[in-house]
């Protein structure tokens, strides 16, 4: 054959196969067969496909980390018709190198090896008691003065709703009792407090002068305060390795500024499920559950993010589905498809309800909505209508892993909500590392 002919003929057929290669991408058939990076616990195995139309070899540079088929071997052909399994060996960063015909390189992809973990999916009601990291302004309050006026001195010092104060003149508040003795004898000595409040991340100082209400006969700051907040939410997680727990999947913010609360302290108790107000569009109803009086209690809260509570909690709670703790699922493992959720609607007894996960998102950084799900036990729809309140953290299982937790549901629509990727919650409970940004997408 004439060489010309032959470089023109092998130019078409490239130009060709790339085309192919772009138009599948576009359509989302490599979607799930080329992610920039793999991860997987170690002892896991993952089958790997790739279709193409033409033979792939991929070999791998770290044979101690990642071995294919359980064999020492580091290359191995692989096409639609015959898959290779991947087995993780060790803990660390290998790279698999992908060539076309044995000869061109294609891709490249990274292979991310992280510890087991397995943990205990929760289920159970909880109390939640939790005081803040300072005193919260959650209002302005007009005081009656002996001039006859009606005057705010914290808005006037500055003081915004939503604002943490944390000492007056130079006293650590630790509990809102604490403020009134201070305000006392500020107004009485008629000296202005020095005032050191957060605002978000940021600490500033002001000076604030207490005023004598002549209707309550006592001295004021004109601000409404807060200290703590208690409720009710669903246990999503125990790792009994490292003795922590996460619940709720959002963030406790106060009721009136909406401002996430810093934690200063907390507690979860055992907690009993007395009544529910079912949900119905445009009304989200409501667990009713109160704290056993003999109850213990279960663990400490020391982290509240946008993803829960988390803490030290030294022992699984009763009442679990499961003994054992069970395997963990990544963002990007989870399908859409049936799935189960883990919750109580009556007492304590925590029970699987069938659900199916209708749209998932894809997430390369924490955030919260990372799936759609829906309630499809008719059980569970006939006892509480859909998603209710307090069962935010209630755990979502699928193909024997934890994936996520329940946290909110569609005020329009109560058998559909949002849940939340389980890996954001273990980070955030310390429990999975933190792997970075990752792009996760097909290329």
């Known amino acids: 054959m ?80 015959h898959p290779v399994m991947l087995q993780s060996h060790g803990i660390g ?41 300072g005193i919260l302004v959650v209002g302005h309050h007009l005081v009656n003065t002996r001039a006859n006026t009606k005057i705010s001195p914290g808005e006037k010092a500055g003081l915004e709703l939503g604002d943490r104060i944390t000492h007056l003149n130079g006293t650590e508040l630790k509990d809102v009792k604490d403020v009134a003795s201070l305000v006392e004898q500020a107004g009485k000595n008629k000296q202005a407090l020095d005032v050191t409040y957060k605002r978000g991340e940021r600490s500033f100082t002001t000076r604030l002068s207490p005023v004598f209400d002549e209707q309550d006969k006592i001295w004021r700051l004109g601000l409404y305060i807060r200290d703590s907040a208690a409720g009710v939410g669903t246990l999503t997680f125990f790792a009994p390795q490292q003795g922590v727990y996460g619940a709720l999947g959002h963030v406790i913010t106060d009721m009136n500024t909406q401002t996430p609360i810093v934690v200063g302290s907390g507690q979860i108790v055992e907690s009993s499920v007395t009544s529910i107000s079912k949900s119905e ?15 213990k209690i279960l663990g400490n809260i020391e982290q509240n993010t946008q993803f829960g509570i988390f803490g030290k909690m030294p022992l699984n709670p009763d009442h679990s589905v499961y003994g054992d703790p069970i395997p963990v699922a990544f963002a990007e493992e989870v399908k859409e498809g049936p799935a189960e959720i883990l919750t109580v609607v009556s007492g304590q007894k925590v029970e699987k309800y069938s659900i199916e996960i209708v749209h998932v998102t894809t997430q390369d950084a924490p955030e919260t909505k990372g799936m759609v799900i829906r309630i499809t036990d008719p059980r569970l729809v006939s006892k509480t209508g859909g998603i209710v309140q307090g069962m935010s953290g209630s755990p979502i299982i699928q193909n024997g892993k934890l994936i996520g937790a329940v946290t909110h549901v569609f005020v329009n629509d109560p058998k559909s909500g949002y849940g939340c990727f389980i890996e954001w919650m273990l980070q955030d409970a310390g429990v999975l590392l933190k792997s970075g940004t990752r792009n996760l997408k097909a290329s």
């Open 93 to 133: 960063e290998a790279h698999l190198h992908m060539k076309l015909f044995g000869q061109i390189p294609f891709k490249t992809v990274k292979v991310n090896v992280m510890p087991d973990l397995k943990v205990i999916p929760g289920g159970q009601t909880i109390g939640v008691k939790l005081k803040s990291s």
């Open 2 to 81: 004439n060489p010309n002919l032959r470089k023109r003929l092998l130019g078409l057929f490239l130009a060709f196969f790339f085309c192919f290669l772009g138009t599948a991408a576009a359509g989302g058939l490599n979607h799930s067969f080329f992610p920039n990076e793999l991860r997987l616990f170690a002892g896991e195995i993952k089958q790997l496909h790739v279709a193409l139309p033409v033979q792939t070899q991929i070999s791998i540079d770290r044979p101690d980390i990642v071995q294919f088929d359980g064999t020492s071997a580091t290359t191995v052909p692989v096409s639609s018709h």
């Open 281 to 295: 569009n445009g009304e989200p109803g409501e667990k009713r559950a109160h704290f056993i009086k003999e109850g």
